[in-house]
Nanobody, 116 residues
Framework: QVQPVESGGGLVQAGGSLRLSCAVSGSIFKFSAMAWYRQAPGKERELVATIKFGNTYYADSVKGRFTISRDNAKNTVYLEMNSLKPDDTAVYYC???????????WGQGTQVTVSS
């Protein structure tokens, strides 16, 4: 099956910014809700932000610092990350929440490393 392709990660100092992108096939993008998740070393994958019909949700840990958006014409989801902290270090993934229980639906993710 087709997986999302995440990009834009990298190494950044605390307080810096990154913009992640996620290219999604049309068959996935048709789902109304899309989300960004992250998995830090030794921890379970956690939900970071979702977007559905322009409505957004953010985990408390990123609220006010991260912004999720989508470009329907480009089948792309973005995550703008500002004021990054070392605790934000993780592999970031995007997916449609309805597909999240399917292990085969996940892409490779993109590594974000925030140095102190």
């Amino acid at each position: 099956q087709v997986q999302p392709v995440e990009s834009g990660g990298g190494l950044v100092q605390a307080g810096g910014s990154l913009r992640l992108s996620c290219a999604v096939s049309g068959s996935i993008f048709k789902f109304s809700a899309m989300a960004w998740y992250r998995q830090a070393p030794g921890k379970e994958r956690e939900l970071v932000a979702t977007i559905k019909f322009g409505n957004t949700y953010y985990a408390d840990s990123v609220k006010g610092r991260f912004t999720i958006s989508r470009d329907n014409a480009k089948n792309t989801v973005y995550l703008e990350m500002n004021s990054l902290k070392p605790d934000d270090t993780a592999v970031y993934y995007c997916n449609a929440p309805v597909r999240s229980s399917d292990s085969g639906s996940w892409g490779q993710g993109t590594q974000v490393t925030v140095s102190s």
